[in-house]
């Protein structure tokens, strides 16, 4: 059993910053698992931004831009966003295995924490 709550989204202007948080808990859930962050705009499909497990991974469109991280006295995963364009405009969301410590036998998912960046 895993349960994930994201926070730290809102709106914030071009060219500007936001930390997005993820509060794991739950039987099954490792802080020290594999962790990732997606995001899904609308009408478009959710896709992967960032994960990290023995090292991180990012999508070509955040790197240098966007930094994974995880404390483990706290359970928490974040997502260091700078330098924001509007087309990181999605909702956001933590993912952690389902089983395992993997993502091979699926995920569970966070509620979503909505990001909106404008002039």
């Known amino acids: 059993q895993v349960q994930l709550v994201e926070s730290g989204g809102g709106w914030v202007q071009i060219g500007g910053s936001l930390r997005l948080s993820c509060v794991g808990s739950?039987?099954?859930?490792?802080?020290?698992?594999?962790m990732a962050w997606y995001r899904q705009a609308p009408g478009e499909e959710r896709e992967l931004v960032a994960s990290?497990?023995?090292?991180?991974y990012y999508d070509h469109s955040v790197k240098g831009r966007f930094t994974i991280s995880r404390d483990s006295a706290k359970n928490t995963l974040y997502l260091q966003m700078n330098s924001l364009k509007p087309e990181d405009t999605a909702m956001y969301y933590c993912?952690?295995?389902?089983?395992?410590?993997?993502?091979?036998?699926?995920?569970?998912w966070g509620q979503g924490t909505q990001v909106t960046v404008s002039s």
């Open positions: 990290i497990s023995s090292g991180a």
């Open positions: 993912a952690a295995p389902r089983h395992g410590s993997d993502f091979s036998k699926g995920h569970t």
């Open positions: 739950g039987s099954d859930f490792s802080i020290n698992n594999a």
